[in-house]
Nanobody
Framework: QVQLEESGGGLVQAGGSLRLSCAAS????????MAWFRQAPGKEREFVAT????????LYADSVKGRFTISRDNAKNTVYLQMNSLKPEDTAVYHC???????????????WGQGTQVTVSS
């Protein structure tokens, strides 16, 4: 079975940094596009960033562009989200996802992790 497990969330002060990790198992990791989405209470799960299976394509939401960086280590079956200059509005549960191609819509991804909480205090 496919499993995606996020880690690295926590409480951070505004302006600080966190690095999220997503470890994948049960899939051929280096053939999948990987993405990060986030969901705050009462809101839809929204796109954050994605990278294609060979890292030829990276896409970011406008709200995080210039602050967040997605990367992957195919040898470790892991995708990362480096988050810098964090803002309170970044507070959400961050979910890792795997899909066929690097797209910005939720239904483009077949597998999802349970999420890790990121809380940014002001």
């Amino acid at each position: 079975q496919v499993q995606l497990e996020e880690s690295g969330g926590g409480l951070v002060q505004a302006g600080g940094s966190l690095r999220l990790s997503c470890a994948a198992s049960g899939l051929t990791f280096n053939t999948y596009a990987m993405a990060w989405f986030r969901q705050a209470p009462g809101k839809e799960r929204e796109f954050v960033a994605t990278t294609s299976w060979r890292s030829f394509t990276t896409l970011y939401a406008d709200s995080v562009k210039g602050r967040f960086t997605i990367s992957r280590d195919n040898a470790k079956n892991t995708v990362y989200l480096q988050m810098n200059s964090l803002k309170p509005e970044d507070t959400a549960v961050y979910h890792c996802a795997a899909g066929t191609s690097a797209v910005v819509v939720r239904n483009g991804y077949n597998y999802w992790g349970q999420g890790t909480q990121v809380t940014v205090s002001s």
